[in-house]
C-alpha cells in the first residue's frame, strides 16, 4: 500500500503544482479527485499482489511445462495466441484504428464513408495483432535457438526507416505510435513470465539477457505490418 | 449510484481485457499440456486480484486525474494562456511551459505504470537484485519525459516526424554497440512497456491539444507521434543507466586497487 502511495506521489505533485502555481486556478472537486486518489492506490496495490500470486507464476509454470514437453509446434502456437488475442480487443488499439481511419478517410487514401472507414479500421487492427502474435513466435524462436536480439531488432529498425520512404505520409505517424499501444497491462507481466520462464527453464540461456526482450518484438513489428497495411491499400 | 454503475462498466471492460487472456492460459494448459495447474486456487486469486485492481485503478484514474490531466493540458496549450500574439505565433520558445508540463508529466505516468513497475519486479528478480526497481523505472522515466517533450517541441515547430525517429534508432544502433550486452535486452523491452494505461490518454490530451491550438498543425496528423517518442527515448536512457553504473563500477575498482597499492 505504501509503495502504491509512493508511486503515485509524482503525479499528483505535478498535477497539484501545475493546477495551482501556473494555472493559478482551485482544484474543481477536491473531494472527487481524493476519492479516485485512493481508488488508484488500492488497485495499484492489488493488481501489484495479484501479479506477483497468480500472473507471474503461471506465465512461468507454463513456460517450465512447454519446455519440458518439447513441442515446438505447440509452444509456437501458444505464443502467437497469446500475442494475437490479447492485442486484438485492446481498447487503446481499437481506439487508435478508428483514429487512424479518420485520418485515412481526410487523406483521400479511402472513401470517406462508414462501412469503408470501418473496413480500414477492422483491417488495421487485425494487421496489428497478427504482427504481435508473429512477434511473440519470432521472439521465442530466439529465445530457443540462441540468436543474439540486437541483430534481429536492428535489423527491423532498418527495416522500419527503409519502409518510411515508401509508407504513405499519413500512416507514418499511426504506425510509429501503434508500436507503443499494443502492450497492455496485462500482457506484458505474461509475456515477460514467459520469457524468463522459457530462458531459465532452456539449458545454456541466460534469464537475464535471453528471457527478455519478447515486447521489444511485440512493439517494433506493428510498425512494418502498419506500413506494410498503408503501402498495399 | 452513478459512482456503482460507472465502476461496473469499469469492471466489465477490464473483464473484457483479462477474459480472452485466461481463456487462451486455461486452454492451453488443460488442453495441450494437459497437466493439473499447481496452486490452482493461489492462481484464480490472484487473477481476481488482478482483475479488481485494474479496474480499481483505471476507475479511479478516469474519475479523478485523468479530467483534471486533460484540462490542464488543453489550458496550457491555449494561446492566452501562453501570451501568443500573431507575431509571436509559432515561435517555439513561448511554449517553455508546455516542455516543462510535458517533461514532468511523462516522468510521473511513467513512474505509475504498472505495467513498468512488473518489469522491473522480474528484472530485479531474475539480476539477483543487481539492477535496482527504482533505479531501472527512474531510468525509463527520465527517457519518457525528455521524449514527450521533444515530441511536442516537434509538434510545435513543425517538423517532420520520421527525422527525428530514425536518427533516434540510429543513436539507438550505436549506442547498443557500446553498452554491457546482459542489459540490451531490457533496454529494448522498455521501450515497449512504458506506454499504457496511465501515460497514453494524458499524452495523447497533449498532443491533441498542441496540434489543434497552433494554426497550421492538423491534430489527426500532427497529434500522433508522442507515444513514439516515449518509446524511443526510454531505450536510449536504460543504455545509459546501464553504461554509467558499469563505469561507476569500474571506477570504483579502479580506485580500490589504487588504494590497495598504495
Known amino acids: 500500500m505504501l509503495e502504491s502511495v509512493r508511486d503515485l506521489a509524482p503525479i499528483i505533485a505535478v498535477i497539484g503544482f501545475f493546477q495551482l502555481v501556473i494555472l493559478r486556478q482551485p482544484i474543481p472537486d477536491l473531494g472527487g ?18 501479479l506477483k500470486v497468480g500472473l507471474f507464476p503461471i506465465g512461468e509454470s507454463m513456460a517450465h ?31 487508435v484504428a478508428d483514429e487512424a481511419a479518420k485520418v485515412a478517410a481526410t487523406g483521400g487514401m479511402i472513401e470517406n464513408t462508414d462501412p469503408a472507414r470501418e473496413s480500414y479500421a477492422d483491417g488495421l487492427r487485425l494487421t496489428v495483432a497478427l504482427s504481435v502474435g508473429a512477434a511473440i513466435v519470432i521472439g521465442v524462436l530466439r529465445i530457443i535457438k540462441g540468436w543474439p536480439l540486437q541483430f534481429l531488432i536492428v535489423g ?50 541466460n534469464p537475464l539477457t535471453d528471457g527478455f526482450g519478447l515486447i521489444a518484438f511485440a512493439s517494433l513489428t506493428p510498425m512494418i505490418f502498419v506500413m506494410g497495411y498503408g503501402i498495399m491499400l | 449510484m452513478s459512482y456503482l454503475s460507472h465502476f461496473f462498466e469499469s469492471l466489465l471492460s477490464t473483464l473484457h481485457d483479462v477474459l480472452p487472456i485466461a481463456i487462451i492460459l486455461f486452454f492451453f494448459q ?29 476507475e479511479g484514474l478516469e474519475q479523478a486525474l485523468f479530467p483534471l490531466g486533460k484540462l490542464m493540458a488543453e489550458q496550457l496549450t491555449a494561446s492566452d494562456f501562453l501570451g501568443i500574439t500573431e507575431d509571436s505565433l509559432g515561435n517555439w520558445s513561448n511554449y517553455l511551459w508546455v516542455y516543462v508540463f510535458a517533461f514532468a508529466i511523462g516522468f510521473s505516468t511513467t513512474i505509475a505504470e504498472p ?9 530485479n528478480q531474475v539480476s539477483g537484485g543487481a539492477i535496482g526497481t527504482w533505479g531501472l523505472r527512474i531510468a525509463v522515466a527520465i ?47 522498455s521501450g515497449g512497456v512504458t506506454t499504457s494505461t496511465v501515460t497514453v490518454p494524458l499524452v495523447a490530451a497533449l498532443g491533441l491539444g498542441l496540434a489543434s491550438n497552433i494554426p497550421g498543425r492538423n491534430p489527426l496528423l500532427d497529434g500522433f507521434g508522442l507515444i513514439a517518442f516515449a ?32
Open chain 2, 143 to 189: 527517457g519518457v519525459a525528455v521524449g514527450i517533450s521533444l515530441g511536442a517541441y516537434r509538434i510545435v515547430t513543425g517538423t517532420p516526424l520520421h527525422y527525428y525517429i530514425i536518427v533516434g534508432y540510429v543513436l539507438v544502433v550505436i549506442q547498443t554497440l557500446y553498452c554491457p550486452k546482459s542489459i540490451i535486452a531490457l533496454a529494448y523491452d
Open chain 1, 156 to 205: 527491423g529498425y532498418i527495416g522500419v526507416v527503409i519502409m518510411t520512404f515508401f509508407a504513405p505520409p499519413e500512416i507514418i505517424g499511426i504506425a510509429y505510435d501503434s508500436g507503443g499501444v499494443t502492450t497492455s497491462t496485462i500482457t506484458v507481466p505474461l509475456v515477460t513470465a514467459l520469457g524468463v520462464g522459457l530462458a531459465s527453464s532452456i539449458q545454456g540461456r
Open chain 2, 115 to 123: 505495467s513498468l513497475i512488473a518489469v522491473a519486479i522480474k528484472a
Open chain 1, 65 to 95: 511445462d512447454f519446455a519440458r514437453k518439447g513441442s515446438l509446434f505447440w509452444l509456437l502456437a501458444f505464443a502467437f495466441a497469446l500475442g494475437f488475442g490479447t492485442t486484438v480487443a485492446e481498447p487503446a488499439l481499437i481506439a
Open chain 1, 33 to 50: 479527485l481524493l476519492i479516485g486518489t485512493v481508488l488508484v492506490v488500492l488497485g495499484l496495490t492489488l493488481f501489484i499482489h495479484g
Open chain 2, 30 to 58: 488443460l488442453a495441450i499440456l494437459r497437466k493439473r495447474i499447481l496452486n490452482l486456487r493461489q492462481i484464480l486469486i490472484g487473477f481476481v486480484f488482478v482483475l479488481l485492481g485494474l479496474a480499481f485503478f483505471l
Open chain 2, 231 to 262: 518509446s524511443l527515448f526510454p531505450i536510449m536512457s536504460v543504455m545509459g543507466y546501464a553504461q554509467l553504473s558499469e563505469w561507476r563500477a569500474q571506477r570504483d575498482k579502479r580506485s580500490r586497487s589504487e588504494n590497495v597499492r598504495s
